[in-house]
């Protein structure tokens, strides 16, 4: 019977500090700490998700409690290192703050923190998503944290630090995890891809790197979602098909109707992608990536830019193009505000077409001449003063 499959996320999840992927400055820190044997009681790791939070806490909770000593490097096959990489270490007591919220919950699991650990050196408390505790259950947290028994270490967790009492946080290091880059997603992508054995597309693996915005495990959420897609292999034409993205050659046409001022061809090209399905967010921010490559081109001499880039910062001035960015970067935050996407976007591209500097060049449709009416105001009848109308007089005898 073949193994169960297991999500690429959990199976190339770091096991060392070595083998985490950016947050370089946490990673150093933690190191030269455990190597001196310098070591705090309370530990707060705060971020975005799929950064690493977990992650790196876990690998802190092996170095500290590794059969071998406390060291930067845990061995990984003592029984200590296995049994935390499977979840299943007695000392590591892992919570979900969001369903430990009760006062109740958290006085009941830090009552047994007196009690030494049951056989390993240190006991580990890792509470995830930490700021959606009660603030009781902060009160009844502050007093061991802030006098733990030697053998007891906080290792906390947020994506939002700001809800976390400054009380907790003046009692803790502080450990701000940074947003992944592209280069350093898409450089695990390639491993992962080049360790599976699976055929791939650089660009398109870029393509997901970009979308996982920051995030390792959005980014390989992803990937197994390609993967199975391409039945095997991520092209890019599969993730196009897949996410309704807009082909490069479409932006770069689009972006050309824009500079020739053809306010027709513009709208006639949103009605056809929205009639086709695609994603119109990802068009407007493709077409701001767009303009930024021409605007790189136009300030410095860079020879990688294709020949499509070239011929367009060479037709329009860096000030429209700069006016043009400006409006897709607001057009995008106005998209959810519009009574529809593809009416936002159209009312984008208008407002490129009517506010730059060649706005009175715009092509649009003949204007239908109109037949003026002349209407003539109508006169009342005049009454001569004094005069008795005829039909009133003839009442009068």
Request: charged share 20%; hydrophobic share 35%.
């Amino acid at each position: 019977m073949s193994e169960p499959y297991q999500v690429l996320a959990r199976k190339y999840r770091p096991h060392t500090f070595g083998e985490m992927v950016g947050q370089a400055h946490t990673v150093k820190t933690l190191i030269n700490a455990l190597d001196r044997n310098n070591l705090h009681n309370g530990f707060l790791f705060t971020g975005t998700r799929g950064v690493g939070k977990t992650t790196i806490a876990r690998i802190f909770a092996k170095s500290i409690n590794c059969e071998s000593g406390v060291s930067s490097k845990p061995c990984g096959k003592c029984a200590t290192c296995i049994e935390i990489d499977k979840g299943q270490s007695v000392d590591l007591i892992e919570l979900d703050a969001a369903s430990h919220t009760g006062v109740d919950n958290m006085r009941s699991i830090l009552e047994n923190a007196q009690y030494m650990p049951t056989k390993n050196r240190y006991k580990i408390y890792l509470i995830d998503e930490v700021h959606m505790l009660s603030k009781s259950s902060f009160n009844a947290l502050l007093k061991t944290l802030e006098e733990p028994p030697e053998h007891i270490k906080f290792l906390l967790a947020t994506t939002d630090p700001q809800k976390v009492p400054i009380t907790v946080l003046s009692r803790c290091l502080q450990f701000i995890l940074h947003k992944l880059t592209i280069d350093e997603i898409l450089g695990q992508l390639k491993f992962i891809m080049d360790s599976e054995g699976l055929k791939y597309e650089e660009l398109a693996l870029n393509q997901i790197a970009d979308f996982g915005n920051g995030s390792m495990r959005d980014a390989l959420s992803l990937l197994d979602q390609s993967i199975s897609y391409g039945n095997g292999s991520v092209m890019t034409k599969d993730i196009k098909a897949m996410l309704g993205l807009v082909h490069h050659e479409d932006i770069i046409t689009l972006a050309k109707h824009l500079f020739n001022q053809d306010g027709e061809a513009c709208i006639n090209f949103i009605r056809e992608l929205s009639h086709k399905g695609e994603n119109i967010t990802h068009t407007l921010k493709d077409l701001s990536s767009l303009f930024h490559q021409i605007s790189i081109a136009q300030i410095i001499n860079n020879t990688e830019s294709s020949n499509d880039i070239k011929a367009l910062s060479a037709q329009i001035s860096n000030q429209d193009l700069q006016l043009f960015y400006h409006i897709a970067i607001n057009g995008n935050k106005e998209l959810s505000l519009a009574p529809s996407e593809q009416i936002g976007f159209e009312m984008t591209l208008l407002r490129m077409l009517s506010f730059n500097s060649n706005s009175s060049k715009i092509k649009t449709l003949p204007e239908k001449k109109t037949s003026k009416l002349e209407l003539t105001p109508k006169t009342k009848p005049k009454i001569k003063p004094n005069a008795i109308p005829s039909r009133i007089v003839a009442m009068s005898f």
